[in-house]
Nanobody, 125 residues
Framework: QVQLVESGGGLVQSGGSLRLSCTVS???????????VGWFRQPPGKEREFVAS????????KYSDSVTARFTISSDNAKNTVYLQMNSLKPEDTAVYHC???????????????WGQGTQVTVSS
């Protein structure tokens, strides 16, 4: 069974940084078998929203307008791991962050097949 495990969340002050990791684990599953790894977040009381994605074929990245120039998504193919470096964090970045793998429209949750349980990011003002 494919499992996605996120880590790296926590409490940070406004302006601080965190790096989230998403590792795909399964003895027979290769992350290269899907096209896109995405990060989504769900703020308290709100719907899940797209944050960033990376295409595993050509390493192209996409970002939501709210995180462009502050967040960077990257990948380590050998480790089946995708990272989300988050800088200049703001209180409005507070959310549970989920990673997911799939193909199709990068910013549509319905395009993703597998999801992690999420990691909490809290940014204090």
């Amino acid at each position: 069974q494919v499992q996605l495990v996120e880590s790296g969340g926590g409490l940070v002050q406004s302006g601080g940084s965190l790096r989230l990791s998403c590792t795909v684990s399964d003895g027979t599953f290769s992350i290269e078998s899907v096209y896109t790894v995405g990060w989504f977040r769900q703020p308290p009381g709100k719907e899940r929203e797209f944050v960033a994605s990376i295409n595993w074929i050509d390493n192209s990245a996409k970002y939501s307008d709210s995180v462009t120039a502050r967040f960077t998504i990257s990948s380590d193919n050998a480790k089946n791991t995708v990272y989300l470096q988050m800088n200049s964090l703001k209180p409005e970045d507070t959310a549970v962050y989920h990673c997911a793998v799939g193909s199709g429209a990068y910013n549509n949750p319905s395009s993703y097949y597998y999801w992690g349980q999420g990691t909490q990011v809290t940014v204090s003002s």
